[in-house]
């Protein structure tokens, strides 16, 4: 059964450990920004830099998905 399904496993394996960096990062940010006192401007651009990339790696994911239901 696990050969059977080694590559839904590794995919669900891969997303679960972006999201988990992603967050990692998003607490280290978190942190950095508030022992240095950024101003309120300074920390929207961080953490929007911070969420876009996050979106890009849903997007290649969505994507990825559309293309491989079509066969391509």
Do not use: C
């Amino acid at each position: 059964m696990l050969s059977e399904h080694y590559e839904l496993i590794e995919s669900v394996g891969l997303d679960l450990a972006l999201v988990g960096l992603f967050l990692l990062m998003g607490i280290a940010v978190h942190d950095v920004l508030k022992k240095n006192n950024v101003p309120m401007i300074g920390r929207t651009v961080v953490y929007l830099v911070l969420f876009l990339g996050a979106l890009g790696f849903v997007a290649k994911g969505i994507i990825q998905l559309f293309w491989q239901s079509n066969g391509l």
